[in-house]
């Protein structure tokens, strides 16, 4: 199982310029979550998904982020216009139903200069 | 969800036990104390949860006081890559509820 996978693994952009970060979950992992991790702020969930459905997007910081996920195997959160303090890493876990084990990717460390 | 208090930071002595504490004086009865770690530049990684009993697996024990209001994770012989940030959440079963993750404990096992 190649776990949950991450790219870009690192982007940097300019102010202004869309982003788009993507996540494949394990496979058979119906839950998926979106966090970003600052170091003024932690470890903060953004969204999560079950079954490809948007569950609660109450972390969501504003109306430049957004997040999709068209099918069990793939999901994206975009932030368009970025701005400098969207400089975080962000990491996509998925889980099983019922289960208490959330799977982290190795995150997208992402510089908006 | 209830929340949890941690000490900012620990260091352990490595081959010793790391003992790392965790109040959740809130909790209700049907969450689960959930355990976390995140090393350096990785995502975090589950470790262990219990929701009353003490449990144990490969990597660590758990330790629940009786009346649930804090609890313990153990390490029974930590070792330098057990160093890494440490983080006690409490949640509800499943995916309903979310990971809230607070600022956790800095482990620092040194030789």
């Known amino acids: 199982d190649a776990g949950v996978i991450q790219s870009p693994r690192h982007e940097v952009t300019e102010m202004g310029q869309e982003v788009t970060l993507r996540c494949k979950p394990i496979?058979?992992?119906?839950?998926l979550f979106w966090y970003r991790q600052t170091m003024m702020r932690g470890l903060e969930l953004l969204i999560y998904f079950n079954n490809n459905v948007p569950i609660d997007d109450s972390g969501m910081p504003e109306d430049r982020f957004s997040a999709k996920m068209p099918n069990a195997s793939f999901s994206t959160l975009k932030i368009q216009p970025s701005e400098p303090r969207d400089s975080a890493v962000y990491f996509c876990a998925s889980s099983l139903p019922g289960e208490e084990t959330q799977y982290f990717g190795p995150g997208t460390r992402l510089l908006v200069l | 969800d209830a929340k949890t208090t941690q000490p900012p930071s620990m260091d352990c002595a490595e081959g010793r036990a790391a003992n790392l504490p965790c109040n959740h004086s809130t909790i209700s009865g049907n969450e689960y104390v959930y355990w976390y770690r995140q090393i350096h530049s990785q995502g975090p990684q589950y470790i262990i949860h219990?929701?009353?009993n003490n449990e144990t697996n490969e990597m660590a024990s758990l330790i629940i006081t009786e009346d649930r209001k804090s609890s313990t994770l153990i390490l029974p012989h930590a070792t330098l890559r057990d160093t890494a940030v440490y983080y006690c959440i409490v949640g509800y079963r499943g995916n309903t509820g979310k990971l809230i993750f607070g600022q956790g404990t800095t482990l620092q096992v040194k030789p």
């Open positions: 219990g929701l009353k």
């Open positions: 496979s058979g992992h119906d839950y």
